[in-house]
């Protein structure tokens, strides 16, 4: 199973981003799928998960400011980011929990990460 994340980059605060997190590979279902941030010298935190029935929790942090949405046909996650921070900024990653083709158990999968940065 591979996730790639995209849509990361530079913004001011105040902008906005949408990251983008696609899952392939042997995939027999995808239950929930969520966006991670660690910060340098920080660990890393949820910020976002979804299932597939749709439901959302958000980090106190992020709600009002974030909205995570996925496609299930496309096993597809996304993140739209608005009224962006500086303490927004950190490495996000995909996090996805998956059932593969011919598996017997659910497992945790992660992108490779995709970098934001708000400047002030």
């Known amino acids: 199973v591979q996730l790639v994340e995209s849509g990361g980059g530079l913004v001011q605060a105040g902008g906005s981003l949408r990251l983008s997190c696609v899952a392939s590979?042997?995939?027999?279902?995808?239950?929930?799928m969520g966006w991670y941030r660690q910060a340098p010298g920080k660990q890393r935190d949820l910020v976002a998960v979804i299932n597939s029935g749709g439901d959302a929790n958000y980090a106190d942090s992020v709600k009002g400011r974030f909205t995570i949405s996925r496609e299930n046909d496309k096993n597809t996650v996304y993140l739209q980011m608005n009224s962006l921070k500086p303490e927004d900024t950190a490495v996000y990653y995909c996090?996805?929990?998956?059932?593969?083709?011919?598996?017997?158990?659910?497992?945790?999968?992660w992108g490779q990460g995709t970098q934001v940065t708000v400047s002030s």
């Open positions: 996090n996805a929990h998956v059932l593969i083709v011919g598996g017997d158990r659910w497992g945790d999968h």
């Open positions: 590979g042997s995939i027999f279902s995808i239950n929930a």
